[in-house]
């Protein structure tokens, strides 16, 4: 069983609002991946990190900001949120640089209103 | 551009049944291919995965296939039970390089009784 988790499970906020989504895992992995889903949608990569202050953006643009302070936390912040962030968040970590699987939190389903 | 291509967006099988799921890709540096299982509201769970320097890798009722040459990979689950109705997601990566994990879109299994 994976250790990895997300808090919230679910949030409705107002727009304009500032969220914090908390991801963390205590399987000690340096890589650690933020997707963000939509029904019927494949898993689009908003942001990564392959390590302690180390963060990349990924293939989809979003107006969301990581960081990575500890190796076992990796937060996703949007100052200030819009209807148009409403999805499915989901964090993941993975242990080696090669193969191996990513391990996926239970996510957190954001809808702003 | 999406990379990683799942044309069936849903699939109905018999329970008892083989259950073949399709996926292909464009990216002939991905070398690395896994399936996840996702629930709605849930994160998805790491199914079975393979390398490309194998064509077949089975694990109990699931066996994934790779053909290299058609850049294309199949689950097949038997035989299919109702537990497994899901949504599938295939995923590629690179083994060096980048640490992403490229999702398809998914594809949703309705195992009937």
């Known amino acids: 069983e994976a250790d990895i988790y997300q808090t919230p499970r679910y949030l409705v906020i107002g727009t304009g609002k500032k969220i914090t989504l908390e991801c963390s895992q205590t399987m000690g992995h340096d890589k650690m991946y933020w997707y963000q889903q939509d029904p019927g949608m494949e898993l689009h990569l908003i942001h990564y990190s392959y390590g302690v202050n180390s963060t990349e953006k990924g293939d989809l643009s979003s107006e969301s900001t990581v960081s990575r302070i500890r190796t076992e936390h990796f937060p996703l912040t949007l100052e200030s949120a819009r209807p148009s962030h409403t999805s499915q968040y989901l964090c993941?970590?993975?242990?080696?640089?090669?193969?191996?699987?990513?391990?996926f939190g239970q996510g957190t389903r954001l809808t702003v209103v | 551009d999406q990379q990683v291509k799942q044309n069936s967006p849903s699939l109905s099988v018999q329970e008892g049944r083989i259950s073949i799921l399709n996926c292909d890709y464009t990216?002939?540096?991905?070398?690395?291919f896994l399936w996840y299982k996702k629930y709605p509201a849930e994160g998805p769970t790491f199914l079975i995965s393979?390398?490309?320097?194998?064509d077949k890798n089975e694990d109990g009722r699931f066996t994934v296939f790779l053909n290299k040459s058609a850049k294309h990979l199949s689950l097949h689950i038997v035989p299919s039970q109702p537990g497994d109705s899901a949504v599938y997601f295939c995923?590629?990566?690179?083994?060096?390089?980048?640490?992403?994990?490229?999702f398809g879109t998914g594809t949703r299994l309705k195992v009937l009784a």
């Open positions: 990216n002939s540096m991905f070398d690395y």
């Open positions: 393979i390398s490309s320097i194998k």
């Open positions: 993941a970590s993975s242990r080696f640089a090669g193969g191996g699987e990513a391990f």
């Open positions: 995923a590629a990566k690179t083994t060096s390089g980048t640490y992403k994990y490229i």
